[in-house]
């Protein structure tokens, strides 16, 4: 009896990449994406949820699969697709038509119409997605090549439509003579196809695959099935329908087999699942009538079963190979792996599996020279993680006089890639310690820019990046190209903390010392000019960078510059330019397989939809960030910044809690961009709280950091929320002096996305003193910029600042539209987010209820007149109501007539008053509603 999981395990990340996919295919932006994995891995079962995700989301699903023996058949996937089309009612007749064509093909002269005919398919499919539609094709490895001509033509255009093509393939059949093969090549290379791996389960995820199935874990069940889902399958029902391993009874069939059947399956299970006709007669040596004799009576015992392209085989399971495999003797399996090794390089199989047959030889000097090649390949497509594992061979067969820190270099770089940041920094850690040991101190010093990067993500402070970088320098005296490229680092590094003189200094010393162009400098440098308020000459530069390291396929550089213009232009309130440029680079770097720059431009990406009103959606992708950036501190950092910020004023608990664990983190790498954010995020949190000396507290630090570097960009925020706070725990005159030291810093650096924060700040700061003339127009000047600019958060609350100027003028209908208009605002963006367990919020029931109560009070609006005094200034409000001085009143409270002017101040401020007769006034009316 078969086991299966009723629940799909271990491919949560492949399905988010699914979503994805099928949310831009429902947009217009369709495409190709590829499922490989080698058999067993779980491509149907990951296609099938695919499936059922998409018709649960609306899409027209529509599936057809390979079978073996396709290859030698025109058009018989594309044949297969027509007739499940004709199933459905709504497209039999394209389907009709698509079936028909191909048969007027196959009767005619197909190459002669090829590319007619390819034509009219593809037209009659663009029909069929003229709603989201989802085609799955499963098996791409037994596909013909008409039917691969006809994908390859229909995936450029697919990006224009409600249209994802989704298929699967078996990596580890991608024999020289697959047709899959240069198509999927060419067709990744020329970025017109996505493609994910399936990788084998963890432990973890096979002790919750195994749980899942028969309700109890297996302990060893990992080793024994390496992670395979069918294996863990086959594994189980064995365990449960025979007393011994099921390996056990793999090898006491084998024993019924002739002699010669045996050793032909012994001498197959070295290539592994599937194998070559013409490798496995190579290795034998048998003439053609015994290894024929043999694989007959191997098929009819159902040991192999034959591919439908007639070049080989298949084991019906791979737990038989690997039976068979381990009962080979060690010298007969090592001398079976070097002739099957010879025969595949001599006839031109990849060099991956070449390397691994010479490693399993124990002939580590020819697996390595095959494993190097076979890395720079899978390098140079982008695929990192192969390139990785094969890296990692290398270094097993290379010759112990060998270069290893050249191996080593490449290893870390690819595992950077991949956002394996730890074994990228051991890599780098062990070729760097190489190069010192011969001597090499070039080389040495040339390894410390892209260590120290790794370094960063891993949660280096500025201090000690740079005093690396600053150790390389004399290393690489003598050596102008490495110089320039440790004072490039030193750039970047300093403008990652926005100390920008530091940062144009070494990289004017870089570009001084390189006459070649260098694309991460140039890229370093426009962020700089950003943050200098040189938004124009930085954005024309970044964008420059992008065009000219994408035509030299220099994707890192490329990906860095994304990165860059979109996070930059993030921070300094220019959205559509974010939205725009982060977009493009998640993209790319998907396509590139760049791990790191996807996540860390998703989180900002968040951070932009937060900030322009899509609360929920940012709340899912910062989820999503955090989810999947897999060591990347920077990118957990800013994932967690918009965590908090989305539960500000709907979860206070949640917003502290992340963003506590932001400015935790933050505050180890001793950047101003990963700290500042979350300090801001907690004062405005402690004003909705009322805790106005915690809010002052924050905003002094945020503003001595970004004072130390004469910064504006993470300042801005600060401007009103510590207004408020001075406004509520000190007065106007606090107040004033704090606009004042913001206003030096970000008239100075003059960024257009910052300065109406001045005018929200004045407009608070004259309504307190009462002074509702100005504050109108200054407030109505605030409101247009943050409208403009579409800054969700202050565009909100200056709407209730200017409903409380109304109402203190005595403009209530004014006052009652602003206040409608802010809650319609607020619940646009919140409605679709929820808010805590508990259902309470800072002010408000839920997420979606309305604006914090802090913000509403004074307005005019009904029930949101908090009673904002405490006991004591309650006292003396009443009293000077009733029309006592201050000596009178520290009289009778026995209080100082100093703490009584204090008090007094305190009541103004808070109630939003100048004179003592507007407090007689909003006590009347309070007490009276």
Known sequence: MALTSG????????LDLADRRLAAAAGGEGGLLLLAGEAGIGKTRLLREISRRAAVAGFAVIGAAAAPGDTEVAGALAGDLGAELRRDPATAAIGERMTGR??????????????????????MLEQVAARPTLITLEDLHWADDLTLDLLARLAPRARKLPLLLAGTYRSDELYPRVPLRSWRARLLTQRLAEESRLPRLSRADTAALAEAISGRTHADLFDRSDGIPLHVEEFLAAAAGVPDTLADAVLFRAEQLSPDARGLAGAASVLGRSFDLDLIVAITGDPPETIDAALRELGDRFFVQPRGDGTGYDFRHALIRDALYADLPPLRRRDLHGRAAEAARAAGFAAAFVSDQFERAQRPGEAFPSAMAAAEEAAALSAHQEAAGLYRRALRTMDPAGDRATVLTALAGELAAIDDNAAADRAYAEASRLRLADGDRLAAAALLPEWVAVRHLLGDGLDRRTAVLRAGLPLAAGDSGVLARLHAALAAAYMLDRRLTEALEHGERARALSSAADHDLDATV??????????????ALLESVITRAVAADRERSAARAYRMLGSSTSVLVEYPRAQRWLAEGIAYAERAELVNDRHYMAAHLAHVRWATGDVAGARAQAQAALADGRGGITTRITALHVLGYTALGADPPAARAALTEAAELGGSMRELQRVSPAWWGLAELAVLDGDHHAAITRCEAGYAA??????????FPYVVTGTRAYLAGSGPTQA??????????????????????LDHARGLI??????????RLALDAAAGFWAGRRRFWEGTAVLLDQARCAHRSRRPGEAAALVTAARAAWGAALGGASGSASGTASGSASGSAGPPAVWLAGTGSAGAQPRVLTARELEVARLVAAGRTDREIAGQLVISPRTVAAHVEHIRTKLGVARRTQIAGWLASDLSS
């Open 526 to 539: 426009g962020s700089v000019l950003l943050f200098l308020g040189r938004l124009d000459e930085g954005c």
């Open 736 to 757: 004033r002096e704090w606009l004042a030291r913001v206003t030096e810093l970000l008239v100075e650096r003059g960024i257009p996305g910052t300065l109406g924060a």
């Open 766 to 775: 004259s309504l307190a003193e009462g002074q509702t003339g100005k504050a």
């Open 7 to 14: 629940v799909l395990i271990g491919r949560h990340d492949l």
């Open 706 to 715: 970004s004072a130390a570097v004469r910064d504006a960009s993470y300042l």
């Open 102 to 123: 191909l048969r007027e093909s196959a009767d005619g002269d197909p190459d002669r119409y090829r590319r007619l005919l390819v034509a009219d398919l593809v037209e």
